[in-house]
């Protein structure tokens, strides 16, 4: 288990592909991790230690080289917590967490290590069940919401929002 937290603790292309390999090697061939959500609250009981940082260039750089040396190793990676799981302090493993933040917030900083993942060619997307009342009014998570489900993860939605 250490070498394996070596790999985790110094993300790059290389650790991964070397952590990947070994995993590929006793048939793993989907690792539905790790988090790429900015852990931009430290009262946040679900994310925490388990996000590269709190910086999202940071968990944007880590993130990419995480998932590129899985692709390379020939396991298949999914980014998650779709579109962030960073600013709360409910785990969503017990109860619904909310996240009070505009649409503007949410694209200058949540989605910011998604957009990253989704350009490096990221094959598969975990959506987060946290709600986000100030972009979906009714409360529904974003996990059951076209909202984010059909147009947020929508790539070319993406950046025509980025551009405009």
Request: hydrophobic share 40%.
């Amino acid at each position: 288990m250490a070498k394996i937290q070596h790999y985790v603790l110094f993300p790059n292309h290389d650790n991964s592909m070397r952590l990947y390999k070994e995993l590929k090697a006793i048939g793993v061939n989907c690792d539905f991790a790790p988090s790429f959500d900015v852990n931009n609250n430290p009262s946040n009981p679900a994310i925490n230690t388990r996000s590269f940082g709190e910086d999202k260039e940071k968990v944007s750089k880590y993130g990419t080289a995480l998932m590129q040396g899985m692709k390379d190793a020939g396991v298949a990676g999914s980014a998650k917590h779709f579109p962030g799981h960073g600013d709360t302090d409910v785990d969503s493993h017990g109860a619904l967490p909310v996240i009070n933040i505009d649409e503007e917030t949410l694209f200058s900083r949540e989605l910011v290590p998604f957009i990253s993942l989704i350009e490096s060619g990221v094959p598969a997307i975990m959506t987060g069940h946290i709600s986000f009342p100030k972009i979906v009014p009714n409360g529904e998570p974003a996990s059951l919401s076209k909202t984010f489900v059909l147009y947020y993860s929508y790539w070319p939605a993406i950046w025509y929002h980025l551009l405009d």
